[in-house]
């Protein structure tokens, strides 16, 4: 009769064992998303945009990059197309400098 109980005990003590393993693993398991937006907004001559993360700002981009003269976006289609490309790279973990070339194939108006 012992020996049933002490089965009995030791396998309700593994199964609270088993269950709080779980609970652990469910709580601190489980990483927060990161979240990313790009948002564009007006300038004083055009358009900009900015990338956040779980809505902190990691970039805010006023004028069109590589480019000499410091201009806006013309319209805020462009400053989304540019802004969308650097989140791309971003999430690939690859530079987000953007190029001449990447302008063109984009299409941006300079």
Known sequence: ?????TMIKTYLD???????????LLLFSCTKKE???????PT?????YTIAINNK????????????AKRSFNSEADALKVGNLVLK???????PTVAKKDLFLLEISI
């Open 44 to 48: 004083n001559n055009g358009w900009g």
């Open 14 to 24: 593994r199964m609270k064992f088993i269950k709080l393993m779980v609970i652990f």
């Open 35 to 41: 979240e990313y937006e790009v948002k564009s907004f």
């Open 57 to 68: 700002i990691i970039i805010k981009q006023t004028v069109i990059p590589t480019i000499s």
């Open 89 to 95: 790279r971003i999430k690939q973990n690859l530079s």
């Open 1 to 5: 009769m012992m020996n049933k109980l």
